[in-house]
């Protein structure tokens, strides 16, 4: 039940990008989150519900939000050039920007809905209606976390898998509203705001997961735990004595990596090149979604320091 991630690395793998069964059950799906959306919406506007309001933009963002990623998607796959010589993935972390600014509008939207409501009472009408659709809410996220997961397990992508998880937890939210028909029906009348509430609280926790994942990657953060893999990738390569620092970035949802190997000092360039592609190709392997290493190979000490000359530019 925990909030789901917003983070393109999370939402594309391998395995979906190259799928397009993968990519064609992701945009089914987000179809049929937004006719959900629309039935919702409806009802909204003629039994005045917040609580419903609630759940119907919190599914709204939900399927909002993959719209600048999947542009982000498409703009990432031109080939790079001499302006951007990376390419085009970091659109991906300029989607993310706009998927957190979504996130706080609809939490702030759901949250003076609620709130206003419980300053100005005022009864629910068509309860049936409203309890209609919070059970079409549900059976929308359900029918979607399902042909997720089924497409997901069919073509080995973890990342459809997880995203039929999180339509399952959206679904759940969905049955709130039921709580707030159920309270108007027996006559609490803060029933309906309260709940609207508590859906308020479950988009901020959204919120701030997403918030914090698209810092970390405009901050190049990545986890700790592929670093270590890739050091001890390196050292398992043979003719590698030591390692020095290795950096990582994600650019869109692949990562690049640079990494520095220590190797004989006797060896020829032939033979250094030759560790060092076997180094790379040992990164590739140990590091998820690593698709190119730049490795820099250095030699155990010999006579002066060859880095002499560049140590006034260091800071």
Not at 143 to 167: F, P
């Amino acid at each position: 039940m925990r909030p789901h991630s917003h983070e393109a690395a999370d939402r594309v793998d391998t395995a979906m990008e190259t799928s397009r069964e993968g990519m064609r059950t992701l945009w089914i799906s987000l179809v049929v989150l937004g006719l959900t959306t629309v039935v919702q919406g409806v009802i909204v506007a003629w039994s005045g519900s917040v609580a419903l309001l609630g759940d119907t933009i919190h599914n709204a963002a939900d399927a909002l939000t993959a719209v600048p990623l999947g542009i982000a998607f498409l703009l990432g796959r031109r080939a790079a050039n001499t302006r951007y010589t990376y390419g085009y993935g970091r659109a991906e972390d300029l989607a993310g920007v706009v998927i957190v600014v979504t996130i706080a509008a609809s939490a702030a939207l759901a949250a003076y809905a609620a709130v206003d409501r419980l300053i100005h009472p005022r009864d629910v009408t068509h309860l049936w209606a409203v309890s209609g659709a919070a059970l079409v809410g549900f059976l929308g996220n359900e029918w979607v976390a399902r042909y997720r997961i089924r497409t997901g397990r069919r073509i080995g992508s973890a990342a459809l898998v997880a995203d039929g998880l999180h339509a399952r937890t959206d679904g759940f939210t969905s049955l709130a509203v039921l709580l707030s028909a159920g309270g108007a029906a027996l006559g609490w009348r803060a029933a309906d705001p309260v709940v609207g509430l508590l859906i308020t609280l479950a988009i901020l926790a959204v919120l701030k997961d997403a918030a914090r994942e698209v810092y970390r990657r405009l901050m190049d953060s990545v986890d700790p735990g592929l670093v270590a893999a890739a050091r001890t990738a390196l050292r398992s390569v043979d003719g590698v004595r030591a390692t020095g620092q290795v950096r990582m970035r994600w650019i869109g949802h692949a990562l690049r990596a640079e990494a520095e190997i220590v190797v004989d000092p006797h060896l020829t360039v032939v033979q250094a090149h030759r560790i060092a592609v076997a180094a790379e190709h040992a990164l590739i392997h140990a590091v998820p979604r690593l698709t190119a290493a730049t490795v820099h190979t250095d030699h155990t000490p010999v006579g002066a320091d060859p880095h002499a000359a560049l140590a006034h530019h260091t800071v």
